[in-house]
């Protein structure tokens, strides 16, 4: 079968870091994605890993260890428009994307 | 602009009505998609679709049917709307054949409730 998990809640100081944990058991692993999605609204698309390693993109950075079937996001220099779930997916090769729960990030100032 | 529109932000049904949710997007998109939302659950896919009359049963199909007639259009009809099925529904797409490896763009969502 397949298991994708992530933090349910997470809190943090307005100009840290956070770093928002996923691991995951799944066949025919292709990648994984990260999605932000503030309260009410859609998720909207912030990375995709394929191979091992850091990705950085401005203040995200997203990292992939497919051996240990594992992957972070990191958010640096939080601020208070941060404050959403970050949804963690996982891409397979049989065409379908499977969503973890979701971890619903707090940033106070 | 990448756009996904959903025809309501809410909606309320009563118990045993046959319930359409219509889903457009304006980018060409071969793929789309049908998910439910749920705290603790998170996004779960109901059906997909990736042409025009192709259909695919997701992870939780029963008690729901799709239509897809048009490229840009997916409709999700709840024949027989049930409580159970009050949830926050979300519809996206995204380009290329078959494959899960693309970003997918998610429309605003549709919370329904069924009385």
């Known amino acids: 079968g397949q298991n994708i998990d992530q933090p349910t809640e997470m809190t943090a100081t307005e100009g840290a870091i956070v770093q928002i944990n996923c691991t995951y058991q799944?066949?025919?692993?292709?990648?994984l994605f990260w999605y932000q999605q503030h309260a009410g609204e859609a998720p909207t698309f912030l990375s995709y890993?394929?191979?091992?390693g850091l990705e950085e993109k401005g203040r995200f950075s997203s990292f992939l260890s497919r051996s240990k079937g594992y992957s972070y996001l990191l958010l640096k220099e939080l601020q208070m428009k941060d404050s959403a779930s970050y949804l963690c997916?996982?891409?397979?090769?049989?065409?379908?994307?499977?969503f973890g729960t979701g971890t619903r990030l707090q940033v106070f100032p | 602009d990448v756009k996904v529109t959903q025809s309501s932000r809410y909606l309320v049904k009563r118990t045993g009505e046959k319930v359409f949710l219509e889903c457009v997007q304006d980018?060409?998109?071969?793929?789309m998609f049908w998910y439910r939302q749920d705290p603790g659950l998170g996004l779960r896919l109901i059906y997909f679709?990736?042409?025009?009359?192709?259909?695919e049963k997701g992870d939780i199909p029963e008690g729901y049917s799709v239509s897809r007639e048009k490229k840009e259009r997916f409709s999700l009809i709840l024949e027989s709307a049930s409580t159970n099925q009050t949830s926050m529904y979300l519809c996206?797409?995204?380009?290329?054949?078959?494959?899960?490896?693309?970003?997918?763009?998610f429309g605003p969502g549709t919370r329904l409730t069924v009385l």
């Open positions: 996206a797409s995204s380009s290329q054949g078959r494959g899960s490896d693309d970003e997918q763009f």
């Open positions: 799944t066949s025919g692993f292709n990648g």
């Open positions: 890993n394929v191979l091992d």
């Open positions: 997916a996982v891409s397979r090769n049989t065409d379908k994307l499977i």
């Open positions: 980018m060409d998109h071969e793929n």
């Open positions: 679709s990736y042409d025009v009359k192709m259909k």
